[in-house]
């Protein structure tokens, strides 16, 4: 029978909120599927039933085909989130956003039948979300449009918010009272009351032009205006204003008039005293008039730009301190914090005592974060920056914690063009990463539910639609749908305390076939441990004022079969009228393979956990989110932790002993931006003082956008290792110093006997004797490379530091290496000039080791091509092969100790691995870097860096 064909397994499926497709396990074809599936689809129903499930999906195949399959053979599940996807829905193509799970069935026996597809369509409101970003950046562009003074006061004008005075007025960054007499000339202190009485007494617009004390204590003129906010009741809670500074227009005005004045009196003087100057006079009185209509003009005009800055000022004030985003100003190059809002000082963590201060001594933590630099970047070039979902370490409490931020810089000109200040929105997305990684994870856990209580989840969920359908009447579907369920059911009348039931029943509880039963035969087969507390459910259940459903787990043990059997009883009763108990009806579930699986599965926790303590590797999972991580005993032990304390990174960082820190972050970076497993070793120093080796091994996991989330474990102690490779060094670095001695005088045989073979024409002894030598400089190579590890291990290794001119030394180096190998093009870009500060022959063993690695490494007839640079005060050099190339897995241990590529064709290739491992710590000894770039098959370059020599070294 198809699954099409079981009808409440249809009606179950039809009537999910989602789209849902079960797949054969095998032959991946679907076998049953729902309409919201369909329409998500876009195809119809005959193109998908029946079929290879990616026949109708071909367009997302190369994507997910492995991810399914890999479902079919692990069992595991596969959750993606929001993602992407080109779909041909409908006869055309188009991009949607979906959450899908691939979950799989198993039957009882344990094994993978069908796969069940769950799709969920989130188009709609990745498109909104969309939307609201490119609001928020409209809303951004109109923040720096405005530049004069804005302020907000309480209902009734007795209290300031907040002012930012822009060296106008006094800024106020707390709420303070008796701001009138602090801001507002005393020959106005009047006037404005009775303004402001007016304005709250009619709900309208404050409006007036006023004297007031300048920050300085000066006396000025401004234009204030403020706009009431009203609540839903028409009631006023709070005013936003501005305030223009208006000092010189009222300086202006103040001329005109004296002006005005003096012309007057000189005009009268002149009537009065020679009537010959009458001509005189009008033409003074006509110049008189056209200066009042050009004071007029001016007037207006002034005070239409006074008004529209008003506006603007208004608006800018209202937007920061009601806008929903965190909100800041920085001012010049120096970052001083001119202004913030306080969902921005929420962020901080701060109070508005920081305004006025630098951002980097507001925010000593930013210090080795890109922030700081990040935004000089912005202000130097006057590009505007945005970035999602970005951590930043931020302090609370004397804790570095970590935040998730969204944020824009945009800079702000200045009337001529140039940059003056940036302006700093932001929003707190570390409460929705997390919710979101929550989300995931709860997903994760339902759906592993789903797949363990499926088989009998869908049998329950089919006996209570029968139960649910006995009310209509339909008594032998119900029994069908029991009856396929496996499922006991009985029905107490508690009247006459007697009970019947199905055949199930009776036979789990070895009841005899008849009608109706006491209900004390079937309570004495239940367990002793459960007896009592089954009976007190059933009395529960018919008590009416408790409002409680028969839902009880407990054994029985049937005499007539020796195995107990755990049972989960679920009923519901049924009351008259006066509330009394008529009945009460239900049914039994096996639920023992379940429970004992539960059982199962926690022994096997325990034996693992046992397994890990054994072995002394303590387990960990780290919220890259929060920094919080959750340990066992053990990784606390190694650490020198109780297990009773918390344990979280900042904790592990503060152990870790300052000179393996920045190692061990770099790894951790490393691993997380190549998706490799993350593996360091480093010092501890435990809380009692005692020094410890730790080596710890991690695998980043990712949310669907590719960030990693979290960190999960092992660390152990490997202190005695140590202990052991430092006598190894000893006794390597003792051995290579004693091999020194003879290969040197072999080396001297071999070139005397060499030289009498040439001169007796001895050809075959003469080849004989050059390859004994080139053995030997093999040889020879190879100690020097071990007692170099054994100094460099005891610190023995000391740099003579001298400046030089480092394109002559790769010269020399690559015409050391030509002599000997002629296999290869070596190609030099020559960069004359670059002087260096380093040890010559240090830097010249590192770069003959990395020529020489490329032309092993690389097939004959190929270019090794060798470059250098002067890159921010100091020379990078590049050596770059055409060879066999390096897997990303095998890039984080390339640069360790004795390591080697494990790979096939690499078994003609000599070494001890120990080239890379020397010139890494050569070059890390003269404050310098080392790095590869490399994918399989494409080849690799190797670059380095070391500091440029200063004007006073030359």
Known sequence: MSLQDNEQLNIIVQSAPIGICIL???????????DKFLEIAGKPKEAIIGKWYWEPFAEVRPYYEEALGSVAVTGEVYHADEVEMMLIRHGREEKIFVTFVYAPVVNAAGTITKIAVWVLENTKRVNEQRVITANEARLRALVTATSDVIYSVSADWELMYELDGRGFLKDTSEPITGWRAQNVHPDDLERVDATINKAIRTKTIFQLEHQVLRADGSPGWTFSRAVPILDHQGEIVEWFGMASDITERKRIEEALARSSGELQAINEELVSTNEELHASNEELD???QNLQTFNTELEQRIAERTNELSKSEAVFRNIFEQSPLAMSLLKGRELVIESANELMLQIWGKT???IGLSLAKALPELEGQPFLQMLDDVYVSGKSFFAYEMSVLLERDGIIVPKILDFVWSPVLDEKGIVESILVTAVDGTERASSRQREKDLN???????RELLASNEALMAAQKRLEELNAGNLEDMKFAVDAAELATFDYNPLTNRFNGNERLKEWFGLPNVPELELSAATKVIAEKDRNRVIAAIQDALDYSKGKSYDVEYTIL?????????????????????KQPVRLSGTLQDITEQKNALAELEASNQRLELALGAANLGSYQLDLLTGKMICTEQCKKNFGIDAASTFDFPDLLNLIRPEYRDDMQQRVNLAIAQHVIYHAEYQIQRPDGEIRWIAAYGQPKYNDAGDAVSIAGVTSDITAQKETEAKKDTFIGMVSHELKTPLTSLKS????LYRDAQKGNDQFTTNALANADKQVNKMSSMINGFLNVARLESGQIQLTKTAFDLSELITECIAEVAVVLQSHQIIYAECPGIMVWADREKIGQVIHNLISNAIKYSPKGKEINNKCRSVEQKAEVSIRDEGIGITVENIPQLFDRFYRVDNPNLKHVSGFGIGLYLSNELVKQHGGNILVKSALNEGSTFLFDIPLANNGQV
């Open 24 to 34: 054969d396990a095998i032959s991946l074809k679907a076998e049953l599927l729902n």
């Open 286 to 288: 006509e110049a008189r």
């Open 352 to 354: 508005a005592d920081v």
């Open 444 to 450: 994760i856990q339902l759906t592993a539910t789903n």
């Open 558 to 578: 049937n005499t007539l079969n020796p195995i107990p059997r755990l049972v989960r009883a679920k009923g519901k009763a049924l009351f008259n009228k006066n």
């Open 749 to 752: 045989y071999i070139q005397v």
